[in-house]
Each structure stands twice: as C-alpha cells, then as structure tokens.
C-alpha cells in the first residue's frame, strides 16, 4: 500500500524573509499613518463641532419651550384677571341689593380680594413678559453662535471630505498590500506578528521594526554590542533592543547597503593614506 506524505498548506519562513516581511509591514503602516497624519485633527474637529452644533440645538428648544409656558401663563393670568373683573361687576351689584352694612361689608371685602388677584395676575404676567424678553435674548444669542458654528462645521466637513477623497484610494490599497503580509506572518508565526503589533502599538512613533544606525538603534539610540550587531547581521534569529523591545534588522533589510558601502569605502581610503 503506498504511502502519501502530507503537503504542509502554510509556507515555511526563514528568519529572514519574516524579517524582511516585518520591515514590508512597518513600511506599509508608515504610509497609513502618514496619510492619517494629513487629515491631522479634522476628525476631532468635526466631531467636536458635531457636539456643540447639537448642544446649541438642544439650549434653543429648551429656551422655546421656557417661552411656551410662558405664553401658557400669560393665557392663565388673562383669564384668571378676566374671572376676578366679572366677579367684581357682580358683587359691585350685589351691594346695590343689600339689606344690612354685614352684608355690604362682606361684598367690599370680596371685591377687594379679586383686586389683590388681579394685580397678582398682573404681577406674574409682568414677569413672563419679561422672562420672555429674557429668553428671546438668549435665542438670538445662541442662533447666531449655531449658525457660525453650522458654517464652520460644513467647512471643516468639506475639507475633510476633500482629504479623505484625494487618499482614500492611496489608503484602500496600503491597507490591502498589510493585509496580505499579515495573512503571510500570521500562518508562518503569529506570536511574531502579535509581538510586533504590541510593540509598535506602544512605540511613540509606531515604529516597531527598527534598523542599526551607527552601532545604535535606530528607535531609541540606544547602543548596540558588537557581538549582538553580528547576529543581527547573520539574520538567524529574531533580535530585539534591550531596551525599547523593538525588533532589530539589518540595514541591508532596509535597502541602505549603498550608505553601507560608501562608508566601508571611505574607511578604505583612510587606511591607504594612513600606508603611504
């Protein structure tokens, strides 16, 4: 019976090539972070503006609905004045038909009692005039304050909107090409791949992958051992710094083996002045 040996469905990476995929990634995600760079703080912006547009909007119908009761008061006042002046027409008759001073007395005190309501009535009317007057003030107030705000939200929005337009595409296509990769690191070595998105996630300026510059790293600056920039140049293992935690490559990872040369040149030619 012959014997089949399993084909292994996720690709095998070196080192090398996750180091290089990693170096891929980071350059993409600098590319999605510049271009979010360049919309800068319109979002926050917007969104602040969008709060106080609404806010605004909020004081305003609050304010109509103060000027509602109002109006209701007035209505209550006028016709609590109106009852009190017909109650004060038929006691003011009544008194004609009194038999006794008892009863006449009685009438004159009731008449006075629907004045003392009337000029109540009068007073509360008075103060929802005025309240009125007050609110109405205050409505204008924050109508001119909405509308500049609504103009200079639809700036902001167009602005905004004309940004996102000219790197959306730009965007779209970054982000699928990290996608890919990720795809990639996350069937060869996922626990690679999470290192590194932690990494960058708390690096200031979300580099997570980081070449020597100048026996340094290029994140922290910190310096690097001799023995230890060796094995970073041997690519067989993953390195990290010791003291930021990014993950160190090779300059040649990063496309810099020209600046590599020149200096290996320029040491050269110090050495031959040095012979003669």
Do not use: W
């Not at 002046?85 to 001073?101: G, P």
């Not at 300059?251 to 320029?266: D, L, Y």
């Amino acid at each position: 019976m012959a014997t089949t040996t399993p084909t292994k469905d996720v690709k095998e990476l070196t080192v090398e090539e996750r180091l290089e995929a990693l170096y891929k990634l980071q350059t993409i995600l600098s590319e999605i972070d510049r271009i979010r760079t360049l919309r800068g703080e319109l979002p926050l912006e917007v969104q602040d503006l969008e709060d106080e547009v609404e806010g605004l909007t909020t004081r305003i119908n609050n304010f109509k609905e103060d000027i509602a009761r109002c109006n209701d008061s007035l209505k209550h006042q006028a016709t609590a004045i109106d009852q009190a002046n017909a109650m004060i027409a038929k006691y003011e008759s009544d008194q004609n038909d009194v038999r006794n001073n008892r009863e006449f007395d009685f009438l004159t005190k009731e008449i006075e009692f629907q004045k003392l309501n009337i000029e109540l009535a009068e007073k509360k009317i008075g103060e929802a005039k005025r309240q009125i007057d007050y609110v109405n003030t205050n409505i204008a107030a924050s109508q001119e304050q909405l509308d500049e705000r609504r103009h200079l939200l639809d700036e902001k929005k167009s602005e905004l909107d004309e940004i996102i337009n000219e790197t959306r595409q730009d965007e779209e296509k970054s982000r699928e090409k990290a996608k890919r990769i990720e795809k990639k690191l996350a069937e060869a070595d996922p626990r690679l791949l999470n290192a590194f998105k932690r990494i960058r996630k708390n690096a200031r300026n979300g580099l997570g992958v980081v070449y020597v510059q100048r026996d340094a790293c290029g994140g922290c600056f910190n310096r690097i051992p001799p023995q230890r920039q060796m094995e970073i140049k041997m690519r067989k293992k993953i390195i990290v710094c010791e003291y930021c935690g990014r993950i160190l490559i090779d300059p040649a990872i990063a496309g810099i083996k020209e600046e590599v040369k020149k200096e290996v040149k320029k040491e050269s030619k110090r050495s031959r002045k040095t012979k003669e």
